[in-house]
């Protein structure tokens, strides 16, 4: 079993920044993957960037790609997300998850964290 405990979350003004971090416990062979997802209210849950642990590659959906960084750090099985130059649009609840194969949809992963506020005023 895995579990994913995410921080990092708040209130910043529009052009802010802020990291993300996922902490990740009980990581199995099953868990290649992390990722970050967000949802925002009355919208479908949607992809945000993934990584993988051994590799570091990295993906990025189109709306962050360029603003949002994401890097993992194995030795304490870490994930996070740097989140520069943030727009009102970015307001979401930001989930990590976890899965054996890099993936933009939400069923290819198979552990999920609670979730973290991100609000960026105008």
């Not at 868990?31 to 967000?38: G, L, P």
Request: proline share 3%.
């Amino acid at each position: 079993q895995v579990q994913l405990v995410e921080s990092g979350g708040g209130l910043v003004q529009a052009g802010g920044s802020l990291r993300l971090s996922c902490a990740a416990s009980g990581r199995t062979f099953g868990s290649a993957v992390m990722a970050w997802f967000r949802q925002a209210p009355g919208k479908e849950r949607e992809f945000v960037a993934c990584i993988t642990w051994t590799t570091a590659d990295a993906y990025y959906s189109d709306s962050v790609k360029g603003r949002f960084t994401i890097s993992r750090d194995n030795a304490k099985d870490t994930v996070n997300l740097q989140m520069n130059s943030l727009k009102p649009d970015d307001t979401a609840v930001y989930y990590c998850a976890s899965g054996p194969i890099v993936g933009i949809t939400t069923p290819q992963y198979n552990y999920w964290g609670q979730g973290t506020q991100v609000t960026v005023a105008s």
